[in-house]
């Protein structure tokens, strides 16, 4: 319009929502703090698609109910983690049980559809699916694969794009990880699925420009923006606390003498040390920085705080967990092969005082319904942006019983330059992020636990 040019946007007709305005999915009454999550509905039923970008912690998986209970209509669920696709099958199958109860008498007894970990159960209601399933589905089959199967393979492949085309709601969390064209591919299919909603903390961080646009072209623009400022400010979120501790390095020599004695011709750390080498040694094998680890953990626990502890690398988690044990911690560590009974039972444990500190990898970072903690060491390195934000976010969740707060443990690695850059550009998010910035003490400082008892 600005250069005279009348621009008319032509589009079908939204099939109307069906169901009611601030729908109530759960038997929690209303709170006006988590307003935004009927708004963001609201706007999708207006808008028919867009970006929730909520930060960790805002109830996410609240809104995707919501939003189903709005549009009343035949719903698929889009993740890449199988862990988050069973979770959000437990939240919906709850929330279709209490409207059953409560308004919507023809929900009674139906089941969520799941798609995805060897399942194959589809719902005229609400479903959700792992992208890797429907991708699978979805492929061409080999040239030299048997008929019998070829054609049992066909077969369920249009039955696959017959149910996409039949979705009406699409639901994408975690939606950074859509920009994958098996997202894409999936969400072009869904011809008929007039409400999209993207929920995200961080949309648009993908190093490439086509990946972003892939993500806005599925699922449109940023249109409800809940910060992590708003919900600590609310006391939707704990109010945090992080403290940078500045580590040299100094080798475990014994593991490393058992462990890595073919791997490495010396085992130096300097400046200009490759990444992958720097990485295992400067922080994996590190006894100083590990050390300092368990130190804190003590620390927390002789305040009465239970502490996650968080690693990006298996053999890391088990090196701490031994130094832990040998100090006298009560430990547990949840990793990769972990099943989902097993991860929760463990943070279960870790929830009822059973542990005084639970080790996570990467698992921990998405979807993990993870109970409210006194204190994250986050033990891990390493610069993504995404991966940093979930992982400060899984301590955040609002205590009960004591003061509304979160402790946060740090290091800044100063034994070689890509260390110590990826060190500081964490320390960076975390100093621009309003609602963060306001708690981070001076590098070397420690923390006055009196907020405990101020708070």
Avoid at 14 to 36: E, I, M, Q, S, T
């Amino acid at each position: 319009m600005k250069a005279g040019i009348k621009c008319v946007h032509i589009r079908k007709d939204k099939v109307p929502a069906l169901g009611k305005p601030n729908p109530a999915v759960n038997p929690f009454p209303y709170n006006p703090d988590y307003a935004y999550q009927d708004q963001a509905v609201e706007t999708l039923v207006r808008e028919g698609m867009m970006i929730a970008q909520i930060a960790t912690g805002g109830g996410k998986s609240n809104v995707a109910c919501k939003a189903a209970a709005r549009i009343g209509r035949m719903t698929l669920f889009l993740t890449t983690r199988s862990v988050l696709m069973f979770q959000m099958a437990d939240n919906f199958q709850k929330s279709i049980d209490y409207r059953a109860e409560n308004g919507e008498p023809w929900l009674k007894g139906q089941k969520v559809g799941i798609i995805g970990s060897g399942e194959f159960q589809v719902s005229r209601h609400i479903n959700v699916a792992t992208v890797q399933t429907l991708a699978s589905f979805l492929e061409e089959p080999p040239r030299d694969m048997p008929a019998e199967k070829k054609a049992y393979h066909l077969k369920r492949r249009e039955l696959v794009k017959r149910f996409l085309s039949s979705v009406s709601l699409l639901i994408l969390e975690e939606a950074h990880e859509s920009s994958g064209s098996n997202f894409y591919d999936i969400a072009r299919l869904c011809i008929n699925a007039d409400y999209r909603l993207a929920l995200t903390a961080t949309p648009f961080m993908k190093a490439s420009t086509e990946a972003n646009m892939r993500l806005m072209a599925v699922a449109g623009r940023i249109e409800i923006k809940v910060t992590e400022k708003y919900l600590i400010e609310r006391g939707i979120l704990a109010k945090p606390y992080f403290v940078y501790h500045k580590i040299a390095y100094t080798p475990d020599e014994a593991r490393i003498r058992a462990e890595l004695a073919s791997k490495h011709l010396n085992f130096r750390v300097g400046m200009s040390t490759p990444y992958q080498k720097a990485y295992q040694l400067g922080i994996v094998y590190n006894i100083g920085r590990n050390e300092a680890v368990v130190r804190d953990a003590l620390m927390y626990r002789d305040h009465g705080l239970n502490c996650m502890t968080l690693v990006r690398i298996k053999r890391h988690g088990q090196i701490l967990m031994e130094m832990m044990k040998e100090s006298g911690l009560r430990v547990d560590f949840i990793y990769g092969e972990s099943n989902q009974s097993t991860r929760q039972a463990k943070l279960n444990s870790l929830a009822a005082g059973k542990i005084d500190v639970l080790i996570g990898s990467t698992i921990l970072d998405v979807g993990v319904d993870v109970p409210s903690v006194g204190a994250v060491i986050l033990a891990g390195g390493g610069k993504a942006e995404v991966e940093m934000r979930q992982r400060v976010g899984r301590g955040l969740r609002a205590k009960k019983n004591q003061a509304n707060v979160c402790f946060i443990s740090d290091f800044i690695d100063i034994s070689n330059k890509h260390l110590m850059s990826h060190s500081y550009e964490r320390k960076h998010i975390i100093d621009t992020t309003p609602g963060f910035a306001e708690g981070v003490l001076p590098v070397g400082s420690s923390f006055d636990f009196g907020v405990l008892q101020r708070d």
